[in-house]
């Protein structure tokens, strides 16, 4: 999918656009169970981060960060579904509470994120 014409831009924004709309209802979904089961989103979070992280380094082996199903899954899917204010928002919330977690919770959000993303990155 060529974006140096408007027709090829306008195709991958909509592409991204479609992605990012089920990314966002898949990590609503995320933190909606995480809330019911945990009693908390924030295991919701690191869930959906991780599993972001996962399908971006998948998306990346498969389509190099170009095409169709790039812009859909990677860029658009794997983008909404990651949250990283929402992190940020409750790593600032375990900083006030004096929790250790507010340190702990960003570090194992990031190292796990990435070892999911390698696995396919190989």
Do not use: K
């Not at 924004?13 to 990012?20: E, Y």
């Not at 909606?32 to 989103?41: T, V």
């Not at 900083?95 to 990435?114: D, F, K, N």
Request: net charge neutral; proline share 4%; charged share 5%.
């Amino acid at each position: 999918m060529p974006v140096d014409s408007p027709a090829g831009a306008l195709l991958a924004l909509v592409l991204v656009a479609a992605g990012a709309a089920f990314g966002g209802i898949t990590r609503h979904w995320f933190g909606e169970i995480s809330a019911r089961i945990a009693c908390s989103a924030l295991p919701g979070t690191f869930f959906a981060n991780v599993v972001a992280c996962a399908v971006a380094g998948l998306a990346w082996s498969l389509w190099g960060g170009a095409g169709p199903l790039w812009a859909f899954v990677g860029a658009g899917y794997a983008g909404a579904l990651s949250t990283w204010s929402t992190l940020a928002r409750e790593a600032v919330d375990l900083w006030r509470t004096r929790s250790w977690w507010a340190v702990g919770y960003p570090v194992l959000t990031a190292v796990t994120g990435a070892s999911a993303a390698s696995v396919f990155l190989g």
